[in-house]
């Protein structure tokens, strides 16, 4: 059996038919999105990877409402790439799927970063490119502002 096939029967099997979306035309670069709620996001990675995917990116996207992470997935198939969309409160916190993945480690340390949104279970979960004391995430809608914006020349002299 195919990778893809065999990571959709078993996702169906966990979440529900409703979970899943086809969409046979590739018009969003995945063959399937999989709504998924956060607390079954760890046993959805690990169905992935026991069907030979890989994590290949995770992002974020920031609504008025509530935030949502949207994980690719892939295997060395055709049209196996798929989303997988989890919903998390502006004040939530996600699991890490880094025992999973290890991949995840620096994707959730950057999510982190940008989104203020906590990792429960990440092992490193400190800043990457913003300094220490941030007390701001740059990709959030309600970031204003920054007054530390120096000009180029201070910079690079």
């Known amino acids: 059996m195919a990778a893809k096939d ?4 078993r996702i169906q099997e966990l979440l529900g038919p409703g979970a899943l979306t086809a969409d046979p035309d590739f018009r969003a670069g995945v063959s399937y999105t999989v709504a998924c709620p956060k607390e079954s996001l760890v046993a959805v ?3 992935f990877n026991a069907c030979g995917f890989y994590l290949e990116s ?3 996207l920031d609504f008025q409402d509530t935030l949502e992470f949207v994980y690719h997935m892939n295997a060395y198939e055709p049209r ?3 989303a997988v969309r989890v919903l998390c409160p502006h004040d939530g916190e996600m699991p890490s799927v880094s025992g999973v993945f290890a991949s ?3 994707q959730e340390r950057e999510a982190w970063e940008f989104y203020g949104v906590r990792f429960s279970g990440h092992p490193d979960l400190r800043r990457l490119l913003l300094p220490d004391d941030a007390d701001f995430y740059p990709l959030r809608k309600d970031f204003g ?3 530390a914006y120096r000009k180029r020349e201070e910079v690079y002299g």
């Not at 065999?6 to 029967?9: E, F, I, Q, V, Y």
Request: no cysteine.
């Open 58 to 60: 995770l992002t974020g």
């Open 45 to 47: 990675m690990e169905i």
């Open 6 to 9: 065999d990571a959709l029967r």
């Open 145 to 147: 502002t920054v007054h």
């Open 80 to 82: 196996a790439r798929m």
């Open 104 to 106: 995840a480690l620096w």
